[in-house]
T-cell receptor, first 112, second 115 residues
Framework: KNQVEQSPQSLIILEGKNCTLQ??????????LRWYKQDTGRGPVSLTI?????NTKSNGRYTATLDADTKQSSLHITASQLSDSASYIC???????????FGKGTTLSVSS | EPEVTQTPSHQVTQMGQEVILRCVPI?????FYWYRQILGQKVEFLVS????????KSEIFDDQFSVERPDGSNFTLKIRSTKLEDSAMYFC?????????????FGPGTRLLVL
């Protein structure tokens, strides 16, 4: 069964600190992996998209990595800001169709 | 910057009633999607739509659901006879490129509450 698992479920960090969020997936065949940021009560906003041939992709203070062999991805946030407080969702697309498979997300809280 | 819009932002309805959720995708996008998110749970795919027909749908998207693109701008999701378990946030998304690679832009969502 195609699944996306994320850890930790929630995380609290101090403003200015770095953090890394993890994603493991069992989706097969694999097309691409995306990280989305979702503020409470809002729609997800795309941060990065990576295909199987890409190992890393950055978007400002967000850096995503992908290991297609171990089926793992991470999202690293540097110099966190209060506005980074949100849910970060790992989303995988299988080659067979267009449906996106969502993880449950990691809830990040950045405090001052 | 172009964005996906959805109306209404909130809707309360009685069980058994029909509801229509409306979306205006980004104007030059070709692929359209509906997702739902039950409170506290993950986002779930409902249906994708391309070239005026459904290209893929999930098990959730049963006969009670239908989608339509009635004109060049709107994309609607209809639930014919709502059930309590249909209470959720419904997101519309659109993308320019093929859904396999293209970035999907999400709307702000419609929060549906079925009583």
């Amino acid at each position: 069964k195609n699944q996306v698992e994320q850890s930790p479920q929630s995380l609290i960090i101090l403003e200015g600190k770095n953090c890394t969020l993890q994603c493991n997936y069992t989706v097969s065949p694999f097309s691409n992996l995306r990280w989305y940021k979702q503020d409470t009560g809002r729609g997800p906003v795309s941060l990065t998209i990576m295909t199987f041939s890409e190992n890393t992709k950055s978007n400002g203070r967000y850096t995503a990595t992908l290991d297609a062999d171990t089926k793992q991805s991470s999202l690293h946030i540097t110099a966190s800001q209060l506005s980074d407080s949100a849910s970060y969702i790992c989303v995988v697309s299988a080659q067979a169709g267009t449906a996106l498979i969502f993880g449950k997300g990691t809830t990040l809280s950045v405090s001052s | 910057e172009p964005e996906v819009t959805q109306t209404p932002s909130h809707q309360v309805t009685q069980m058994g009633q029909e509801v229509i959720l409306r979306c205006v995708p980004i104007s030059n996008h070709l692929y359209f999607y509906w997702y739902r998110q039950i409170l506290g749970q993950k986002v779930e795919f409902l249906v994708s739509f391309y070239n005026n027909e459904i290209s893929e749908k999930s098990e959730i998207f049963d006969d009670q659901f239908s989608v339509e693109r009635p004109d060049g701008s709107n994309f609607t999701l209809k639930i014919r006879s709502t059930k309590l378990e249909d209470s959720a946030m419904y997101f519309c998304a659109s993308t320019l490129a093929s859904g396999l690679v293209g970035t999907q832009y999400f709307g702000p969502g419609t929060r549906l509450l079925v009583l």
